[in-house]
């Protein structure tokens, strides 16, 4: 099912999006913006890291023509709409930017106040991707935490309708109601709001099953195969609970359980010693071709 739109903006409507980081949620987060007509810069550390980003939103791009859900001159102009940077002094005239780097504190708070630095639209929206960091912790280090909020999207970006809209004591009311028509009405997403707590909604509620089936696993109460198929065809999920850990990748899982666990002080948050193991081990999901399946 398309997510994405391929109308023109309106006037007043951002036009000029940047997006921190070219890993599968920052990638997917710039083809969206692209497909939807909006013009895309997007930074990465290095410039090998810039391709290899480049490289995904493309074959990604090929998968939307090959499903028929673009053609390929949409394709082309998408993949036109794109540029890359490994320069944050870059973004100065954009208009919204979207972090989506590792979810690391001190990377993301170094970066929010690069951008503060760099970014000279007093009405640019200044978001992060996080899936679990206090958005408020990003927007203290700005000196304009009214004009920073959480925008959050859901893995594979162009497939799942979802942003969650995480605002904090200081988001402005301006900003919100700027990014929920950013997401609904140009990236023809579905928006829900919360309040800025770790995990917002959603993690709120699957970190806890994810951790949960990764125990059971542990425990030898069922192979991973059987936990997965048990909630696909248990439940109806599209996917079993340890193949998704494998999807969204184990260190990131990692990252957001112990914020959760910072945050909540709660047992069910805590990340279980075989996941610490196999982050250690490097065995990371479907990016390093080993989790909890293998992927060749
Ligand atoms: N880019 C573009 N399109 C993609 C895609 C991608 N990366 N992955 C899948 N698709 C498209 C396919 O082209 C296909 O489209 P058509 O039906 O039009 O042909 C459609 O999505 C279904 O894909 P597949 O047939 O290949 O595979 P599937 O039916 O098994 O679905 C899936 C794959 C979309 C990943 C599905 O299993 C799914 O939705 N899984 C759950 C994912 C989920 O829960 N994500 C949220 C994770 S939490 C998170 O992201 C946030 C966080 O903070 C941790």
Same mark, same amino acid.
């Given at each position: 099912? +398309? !997510? &994405?739109?391929?109308?023109?903006?309106?006037?007043?409507?951002?036009?000029?999006?940047?997006?921190?980081?070219?890993?599968?949620?920052?990638?997917?987060?710039?083809?969206?913006?692209?497909?939807?007509?909006?013009?895309?810069?997007?930074?990465?550390?290095?410039?090998?890291?810039?391709?290899?980003?480049?490289?995904?939103?493309?074959?990604?791009?090929?998968?939307?023509?090959?499903?028929?859900?673009?053609?390929?001159?949409?394709?082309? %102009?998408?993949?036109?709409?794109?540029?890359?940077?490994?320069?944050?002094?870059?973004?100065?005239?954009? %208009?919204?930017?979207?972090?989506?780097?590792?979810?690391? =504190?001190?990377?993301?708070?170094?970066?929010?106040?690069?951008?503060?630095?760099?970014? !000279?639209?007093?009405?640019?929206?200044?978001?992060?991707?996080?899936?679990?960091?206090?958005?408020?912790?990003?927007?203290?280090? &700005?000196?304009?935490?009214?004009?920073?909020?959480?925008? #959050?999207?859901?893995?594979?970006?162009?497939?799942?309708?979802?942003? =969650?809209?995480?605002?904090?004591?200081?988001?402005?009311?301006?900003?919100?109601?700027?990014?929920?028509?950013?997401?609904? %009405?140009?990236?023809?997403?579905?928006?829900?709001?919360?309040?800025?707590?770790?995990?917002?909604?959603?993690?709120?509620?699957?970190? +806890?099953?994810?951790?949960?089936?990764?125990?059971?696993?542990?425990?030898?109460?069922?192979?991973?195969?059987?936990?997965?198929?048990?909630?696909?065809?248990?439940?109806? #999920?599209?996917?079993?609970?340890?193949?998704?850990?494998?999807?969204?990748?184990?260190? &990131?899982?990692?990252?957001?359980?112990?914020?959760?666990? &910072?945050?909540?002080?709660?047992?069910?948050?805590?990340?279980?010693?075989?996941?610490?193991?196999?982050? =250690?081990?490097?065995?990371?999901?479907?990016?390093?071709?080993?989790?909890?399946?293998?992927?060749?």
């Amino acid at each position: 099912m +398309p !997510t &994405t739109r391929e109308v023109a903006p309106g006037p007043g409507s951002i036009t000029r999006v940047g997006v921190v980081g070219a890993g599968r949620m920052g990638a997917g987060i710039a083809e969206v913006c692209a497909r939807a007509h909006v013009d895309v810069l997007v930074w990465e550390s290095t410039r090998d890291l810039a391709e290899a980003g480049r490289s995904r939103i493309l074959s990604s791009l090929d998968r939307g023509v090959s499903s028929g859900k673009i053609t390929r001159r949409e394709r082309d %102009q998408a993949a036109l709409r794109l540029r890359f940077t490994t320069d944050l002094g870059d973004f100065v005239d954009r %208009q919204l930017v979207i972090e989506a780097i590792v979810e690391d =504190e001190a990377a993301k708070t170094a970066v929010f106040r690069e951008l503060d630095r760099v970014v !000279t639209d007093p009405e640019a929206v200044l978001a992060s991707n996080t899936s679990s960091i206090p958005i408020m912790k990003l927007g203290s280090c &700005t000196a304009r935490p009214e004009r920073v909020i959480g925008m #959050h999207f859901f893995n594979p970006v162009p497939v799942l309708p979802l942003v =969650e809209l995480v605002s904090t004591l200081e988001t402005g009311r301006s900003v919100r109601e700027r990014a929920e028509a950013f997401a609904e %009405q140009v990236l023809g997403k579905q928006v829900v709001h919360s309040a800025d707590r770790s995990g917002a909604v959603v993690n709120a509620l699957l970190v +806890p099953y994810l951790l949960s089936a990764i125990r059971m696993a542990e425990s030898g109460f069922a192979t991973p195969e059987d936990i997965d198929k048990a909630m696909v065809l248990g439940c109806a #999920h599209p996917m079993g609970p340890l193949s998704l850990a494998d999807l969204v990748g184990l260190d &990131t899982i990692k990252a957001i359980a112990e914020s959760m666990y &910072t945050e909540f002080r709660e047992p069910l948050y805590a990340p279980p010693p075989l996941l610490l193991r196999m982050v =250690e081990a490097g065995r990371l999901g479907e990016k390093s071709g080993h989790g909890f399946y293998r992927y060749d």
